[in-house]
């Protein structure tokens, strides 16, 4: 308890001292100032119940968005509070219309959380998939609010399954119910007591990406770059996956490719631009088409220079390569390619995601350790036509049985009546 005392207490301390010469540090600090005047403002004698809904960042606001969204159409009565802790979440979503209220949430302390559920007042509490804050869920739990986590996911070797997870174990058991991705993560919480809290309800991610679909709008430049080209999307890159890839891209000039970095900034694009020898910023194609500027010869790359269209862009794809897998964290979200039907290829680092596994299993995925595999995968994918459409119909129909886990979340509050005086 003394260590994570002090990790709360450093933690703002550092993210000054960091933000000194880091633009998230800076936005996770300024985003957090006059946060409870601005709360109060908000919800200042609010008549309507509130449904707390909670984000760790972008990634897991994805995740919730189903939820959200059943939510809202089920309880129109009920005022959505949406809180993200990363400048990730928050920044690109502050001005979704989906909810009422959106906001950082103020750093984990007993006054925080005291001060924080007096001004909010929740009737429900949602977190999703990860991310647990003691004294938050503590003040939770003591105030009976009912707390729900939303596809969960657990791993053998995270802190709640050691020895030393004490603290950990404590703050699952403040949740209401733990609705989890799979079987393996209800059995290890089976394993340390927690077998009456837990329900397999399954990912909502696949809720989300599988509306996104169907949600499609065109994007008349990019149809207009790929038309009658084989197309590569790649998602999510980061400098490791781009130095793999980008030596198919210069050498095969037939084919088209669209990158859309994970961070875009100006020293990020420039480095793209560089590695991909017949590239051009997807801002400065957009101008040159609709100023009649000639597009300059051999281009077959785009870079993206903007944040939102990644969901989309897939849909244009033959095969879509998901970044992350050269570094720590992991590949980045792989059904956002795979719901239109396309295998996917992504690096060695995937062990965090049992739909990576799975997919692989299944014949929708492919894992390469470097630029030589890279080539040699796309060289089968793309010239034998009936290995192509075995893997692109496997990943498709892999997103597809996986529906569903939205209905289980919304069926349990309503069975449970969590949200019925």
Known sequence: MLIYRLFVWLYP??????GLGNAKARLWVSGRKKLFERLSSAFYKNPHPVIWIHCSSLGEFEQGLPVLEGMKRSYP????????FSPS??????????????FYLPMDSPRNADRFLDIVQPSLVVFIKYEFWYYYLKEIRDREIPLLLVSGIFREDQPFFKWYGYLHRKMLTAFTCLLVQN???????NSIGLKEKVVISGDTRFDRVITIKNRFEPIPLIEQFC????????GSTW?????ELDHFANTHPETRWIIAPHAIEAERLEECLRLYKHSMLYSAYRHAVENGIPIPERINVLIIDNMGMLSRLYHYAMIGYIGGGF???GIHNILEAAVYRIPVIFGPVYDKYAEAEEMIDEGGAFVIEDALELEEQLQQLLQQKELYQKAAAAAGDYVQAKAGATEKVLGFIQEKRLLTS
Do not use: C, P, W
């Not at 079987?183 to 919480?189: G, I, P, Q, W, Y």
């Open 227 to 234: 038309e009658g080209h084989a197309t590569i999307v790649a």
């Open 183 to 189: 079987a393996a993560s209800a059995r290890l919480l």
């Open 327 to 329: 570094g720590d964290d």
């Open 13 to 18: 301390l550092i993210a000054r001292i960091i």
């Open 239 to 243: 400098t490791e996956d781009d130095e």
């Open 89 to 102: 979440g928050y920044e690109i979503r502050k001005n979704y219309q989906g909810a009422d209220h959106i």
């Open 77 to 84: 009565d009920h005022k959505i509070l949406l809180t993200f």
